[in-house]
């Protein structure tokens, strides 16, 4: 019996493990895994719970809300933009009042060179007509039709405006450079100016009026023959042009007496 008792005592919990297996084993077959399946379920369904994500209609919901809150981000914009530019245009003189117009056409490939705006002749625009920004000058009107103005850019490689240097009265011609810089090449070889000044149309320009902004000097190369030349950031945002202001053609005599009524008043 003692001989028994130890063998028993050496060898049973072998024999239980192992009868343990064999009828998993015998379960697993006769049910094909069901009972695991569930018993494993039953165990990890809280689990899962606790870290599953949103449901499809709480994703729904979600997306809806976020495409609420961009569009009201956006009219939000849109409005401060409009009401910037009609406090704009409220300001000027009657003489020279300007017509809103928005940018709705812009190709990949001419990006520096013109724009589309959504007025034409039926607003009252004209070709030669002065596009202008936050910052100052845009360009030029080229064409029209109807309803849709094409505006050349500053920027672009044709475009040429004459300019002059606001603090020393320095001239030169301002050529587009595809980019929201451009070069201004001077008249003198050795210019009276520095990184940092302010330039504006001249009164030589032939295609606008003298005084308007254009940009501010961000380098100078007083080496370059036959003459100096400037490169100069352009104030006016022609990256991203989004509503703009078309004025009619003043002659910078016309220019100089709406000024002086103006003052005087």
């Keep these: ?9 050496n060898k049973g919990l072998q024999i239980g493990v192992l009868a343990l297996i064999a009828g998993s084993a015998w379960i697993l077959r006769q049910t094909q895994g069901e009972l695991i399946l569930e ?3 039953t165990i990890t369904r809280p689990l899962q719970m606790l870290q599953s994500g949103p449901t499809p209609e709480e994703r729904l919901r ?18 401060k933009k409009l009401q910037n530019l009609l406090s704009y245009v409220e300001k000027e003189p009657l003489a020279s009042k300007p017509i809103p117009a928005r940018v709705v056409g812009r190709s990949a490939d001419q990006w520096w060179q013109q724009v589309t705006l959504n007025r034409g002749t039926n607003s009252g625009i004209q070709e030669g007509y002065i596009v ?9 009107v ?16 044709k475009s040429q405006v004459g ?21 201004l090449e001077f008249y003198e070889k050795v210019p009276n100016a520095k990184v940092g000044d302010l330039v504006s149309t001249s009164a030589y320009s032939k295609k606008f009026p003298s ?4 940009g501010r000097i961000k380098s100078l190369n007083l080496k370059k023959l036959p003459a100096s030349v400037a490169k100069v950031e352009l104030f006016p945002p022609i990256r991203f042009l989004d509503w703009v202001a078309v004025y009619p053609k003043l002659e910078n005599q016309d220019l100089e007496t709406e000024k002086s009524v103006q003052k005087s008043k």
């Design 163 to 183: 300019v002059t240097i606001s603090r020393t009265s320095a001239k030169g011609v301002l050529r587009g450079d595809f980019s929201a810089e451009a070069v």
């Design 39 to 41: 018993t494993y379920y």
């Design 1 to 9: 019996m003692v001989t028994v008792r130890r063998w028993w005592d």
């Design 132 to 140: 202008k920004a936050d910052g100052g000058l845009v360009g030029l």
């Design 62 to 79: 979600d997306a809806r809300i976020l495409e609420l809150q961009t569009r009201i981000v956006d009219l939000e914009s849109e409005k």
């Design 211 to 214: 005084g308007l902004a254009v």
């Design 142 to 157: 080229e064409s029209v039709t109807p309803n849709t103005s094409r505006v050349l850019l500053i920027s672009d490689l």
